[in-house]
């Protein structure tokens, strides 16, 4: 299983970007997808997750009404898209996977693989 995500970089407070992340080598449609972050000295924390059909949706709190993870089959991508950017959003975000449709539980632990992930660092 591949995992490359795309579309980190700096931006700044209020800006938007999207993040991208191509898979390969697993069964797209039928494993649930997640966002992940990690900002320094902190613990790797949810961020979004979704089910294979992409029906199943979570949103961490942090991010709810601000970020939009969102998947296309046909292309096996998963995105995030993310808006009204703050500081605190500054982190690695990691693109994960499960070979399970759905998306059970957001969490770290619940997802074997893993993207290298892409950086994401927002400007006051």
């Known amino acids: 299983v591949q995992l490359v995500e795309s579309g980190g970089g700096p931006v700044q407070t209020g800006g938007s970007l999207r993040l991208s992340c191509t898979a390969s080598?697993?069964?797209?449609?039928?494993?649930?997808m997640g966002w992940f972050r990690q900002a320094p000295g902190k613990e790797r924390e949810a961020v979004a997750c979704?089910?294979?059909?992409?029906?199943?949706?979570y949103h961490a709190p942090s991010v709810k009404g601000r970020f939009a993870i969102s998947r296309d089959n046909a292309k096996n991508i998963l995105y995030l898209q993310m808006s009204s950017l703050e500081p605190e959003d500054t982190a690695i975000y990691y693109c994960?996977?499960?070979?399970?449709?759905?998306?059970?539980?957001?969490?770290?632990?619940?997802?074997?693989?893993w993207g290298q992930g892409t950086q994401v660092t927002v400007s006051s």
């Open positions: 994960a996977a499960r070979s399970e449709a759905g998306y059970g539980r957001c969490e770290v632990a619940w997802y074997p693989f």
């Open positions: 979704i089910s294979g059909s992409g029906l199943g949706l």
């Open positions: 080598g697993l069964s797209f449609e039928d494993s649930a």
